[in-house]
Every structure is written in C-alpha cells, then in structure tokens.
C-alpha cells in the first residue's frame, strides 16, 4: 500500500514538473519482455510457385477449331480447346450401322432355332443342325458386342477432342493456334493456378536437421514480412549443389507467382532467450538501446545487445529480464527519468 502511495505521489510530481515547464507527460504503448525458445537463422533464397502448373497437351491427333485466349480464367471442367471430331462422328455412325447389322443377324438365327426346334419334334431335322445353329447365335451376340465396344471406343475418342481444364486457374500460355495440326502429347496451353501458391526455397543439407513440417516461418519481400509455416521439407538434396527443397505454405491470392522472396529458416537448435518486440528497439549510429518502465511511471534508458529474431520477437542481451515493462511506441524522443503517460498496456 504504501509503494503504490509513493509510486502515485512521484507520478503527481513528474506530471507537476512537466505541466510546470508547458511539456506533458508523453504517451506510449508497452510491452512484456519474454522468455521464448530461438535458433538463429539465416534468410533462404525463394520463388513464388502456383501448387498447380500444368502444361496441357491432346490426347488425339486431329484439326484444332478453339483454343481459349491468354488470360481467361477457366473453372474446373471448362473447356479450353477443342480438336475437330467430324472423322470420329463419321466413324460413330459405321459403328451404329455395324451394331444395328449384327443385331439383325442375331434376331434371325434366334428366328431359324425355334424353328429347327419345331421341326426338330417331327424329325426333321437333325439336333447337330440344332447345336450348330445355336453355336452361331452365341457368335453373333459376341460380334455385338465387340462391336458394342468399337462404338464406345469411338466416343471415347469424341470426347477427347474435347479438351477441359484439370484445375481452376488461369491461362497463361497458348502453344497451338485455331487450325494447326495437333497430336497425341503436342502441348497446346499451359494452364496456372494463380490462387493456390507456395513459396519454393533452397536451403542447406546441413539445416534439414533443423526444419520440419509445420514450422513456423517468415517470409520476407519488398513489401514487408509475412507470417506462415513449412508445409513440406524435401527429404533428399542435390548431389551438386547440396541443398534441399523447402515448401513453405501461402495463405491468399496476393502474391504473384514468380516473385522473388527469403524465407527465414533456423539453422541451429533453439536456446530459451530474453526476448521483446522489435518495435522497442532504438537503432541509432553507435547504440541500439530499449527504454524500461520503472514502477513509478518513469523510464530508464537501457543498452542492449541483439540476437536471433523470429516474427516480431527479436533476442536482447542487457539489463532486461523476463516481465519488463519496455516502451514499443513513442520512445524516439524520451530521455532517462523522464515520466510518461500509457495508452496502451499490451
């Protein structure tokens, strides 16, 4: 009780003396200082790449009659290129004449056995002349049905000249124009998926002992920093370059596939460390030091030496302990002693 009463009476004086010299009391926001697990880092080299591109190709040879523009944005399903399938409509109609054919010959051979089988009563005919008959009526109806088969091959084929995209995205390339010749495995558009990307990174053999799936990361570009996590380590590295594939997930379609990024990655195992908010750091020429809230409202100037950083969260070494009370706003212009005004206690 009588700590708080002295803390109060001090704050009164410095805000009596501020008010004095025509200076209020400056406002700031704080934060806590932690005690977080930390390895030191290093900034990997990355690349912007959509979890799907595909370079889309026929499946038949044939005439092309459409073939979406660069930049249409296409649903799963749509149609993106289209071959001409006036042989394969041609050669459906052969295979339903076949069929109907066939049937034909099927109906009357069932007609000649149940007349075989009449006369056969009176003995008229012999029961070989029957099996026989009855050999040829099983043969038909497997005629049919090889025949049945041709025409579902066929379309088959008439469903192919018709080309439709795998994935949601958009086109971003046209390799093939209306009224070439295309064929089985001739690329005609690749097709992106603009909105579900990633970020592909190289890093070290030496530091995959140190990454793992769902591993919080930043991602750093000219626009500033992004929180996300490793969605996936490639488990086997180059030969050459010794480095392995590091994934990292995105969230969101602001990104541009291509762009270049760094992905911060450990490179160490982690040590429990004195960390605060990068904000409360002071960088001048010859110093970097933080400003401590003292229990009477007042702050204290305290030098510090940096360390490893993750996110937001940067490591201190100086007179800063787990449950400080540091300034992370408004401190450029305070001095040692000086009393202050908190707007904000995070």
């Given at each position: 009780?009588?700590?708080?009463?002295?803390?109060?009476?001090?704050?009164?004086?410095?805000?009596?003396?501020?008010?004095?010299?025509?200076?209020?009391?400056?406002?700031?926001?704080?934060?806590?200082?932690?005690?977080?697990?930390?390895?030191?880092?290093?900034?990997?080299?990355?690349?912007?790449?959509?979890?799907?591109?595909?370079?889309?190709?026929?499946?038949?040879?044939?005439?092309?009659?459409?073939?979406?523009?660069?930049?249409?944005?296409?649903?799963?399903?749509?149609?993106?290129?289209?071959i001409?399938?006036?042989?394969?409509?041609?050669?459906?109609?052969?295979?339903?004449?076949?069929?109907r054919?066939?049937?034909?010959?099927?109906?009357?051979?069932?007609?000649?056995?149940?007349?075989?089988?009449?006369?056969?009563?009176?003995?008229?005919?012999?029961?070989?002349q029957?099996?026989?008959?009855?050999?040829?009526?099983?043969m038909?109806?497997?005629?049919?049905?090889?025949?049945?088969?041709?025409?579902?091959?066929?379309?088959?084929?008439?469903?192919?000249?018709?080309i439709?995209?795998?994935?949601?995205?958009?086109?971003?390339?046209?390799?093939a124009?209306?009224?070439?010749?295309?064929?089985?495995?001739?690329?005609?558009?690749r097709?992106v998926d603009?909105?579900?990307?990633?970020?592909?990174?190289?890093?070290?053999?030496?530091?995959?002992?140190?990454?793992?799936?769902?591993?919080?990361?930043?991602?750093?570009?000219?626009?500033?920093?992004?929180?996300?996590?490793?969605?996936?380590?490639?488990?086997?590295?180059?030969?050459?370059?010794?480095?392995?594939?590091?994934?990292?997930?995105?969230?969101?379609?602001?990104?541009?596939?291509?762009?270049?990024?760094?992905?911060?990655?450990?490179?160490?195992?982690?040590?429990?460390?004195?960390?605060?908010?990068?904000?409360?750091?002071?960088?001048?020429?010859?110093?970097?030091?933080?400003?401590?809230?003292?229990?009477?409202?007042?702050?204290?100037?305290?030098?510090?030496?940096?360390g490893?950083?993750?996110?937001?969260?940067?490591?201190?070494?100086?007179?800063?302990?787990?449950?400080?009370?540091?300034?992370?706003?408004?401190?450029?212009?305070?001095?040692?002693?000086?009393?202050?005004?908190?707007?904000?206690?995070?």
């Amino acid at each position: 009780m009588r700590t708080a009463t002295v803390a109060a009476m001090l704050l009164a004086m410095s805000w009596s003396v501020a008010l004095a010299q025509g200076r209020p009391p400056p406002s700031v926001s704080i934060d806590t200082a932690t005690e977080e697990p930390m390895a030191s880092t290093f900034l990997a080299p990355g690349t912007i790449v959509s979890r799907n591109d595909a370079r889309i190709s026929a499946e038949i040879a044939g005439r092309l009659t459409s073939v979406a523009e660069v930049g249409t944005r296409v649903e799963t399903g749509d149609l993106i290129a289209t071959i001409e399938d006036r042989p394969w409509q041609l050669q459906l109609r052969e295979n339903i004449a076949n069929i109907r054919r066939l049937q034909a010959n099927a109906e009357y051979l069932q007609a000649q056995l149940q007349r075989f089988e009449r006369l056969a009563q009176k003995s008229d005919v012999t029961r070989n002349q029957i099996d026989e008959l009855r050999s040829q009526i099983e043969m038909a109806r497997q005629d049919i049905v090889r025949a049945e088969v041709q025409r579902d091959q066929t379309l088959y084929q008439i469903s192919r000249t018709k080309i439709t995209a795998p994935f949601p995205g958009r086109v971003t390339e046209r390799t093939a124009s209306v009224g070439e010749y295309t064929g089985p495995g001739v690329e005609i558009i690749r097709l992106v998926d603009t909105d579900n990307v990633e970020v592909r990174a190289q890093a070290p053999v030496a530091v995959a002992r140190y990454l793992a799936d769902g591993m919080g990361v930043a991602i750093r570009d000219d626009r500033g920093t992004a929180e996300s996590e490793i969605r996936s380590v490639v488990g086997v590295g180059d030969e050459r370059s010794r480095m392995v594939e590091v994934r990292v997930a995105l969230d969101g379609a602001d990104w541009i596939i291509g762009s270049a990024v760094r992905v911060e990655l450990p490179q160490s195992e982690p040590t429990v460390v004195v960390a605060v908010p990068r904000d409360a750091l002071i960088l001048r020429e010859n110093a970097t030091y933080l400003y401590k809230l003292k229990d009477d409202n007042t702050v204290q100037q305290v030098p510090v030496q940096t360390g490893m950083g993750n996110g937001a969260l940067i490591e201190v070494r100086g007179d800063v302990a787990r449950g400080d009370r540091v300034v992370i706003r408004g401190g450029e212009r305070l001095r040692s002693g000086q009393a202050v005004v908190i707007v904000q206690d995070s």
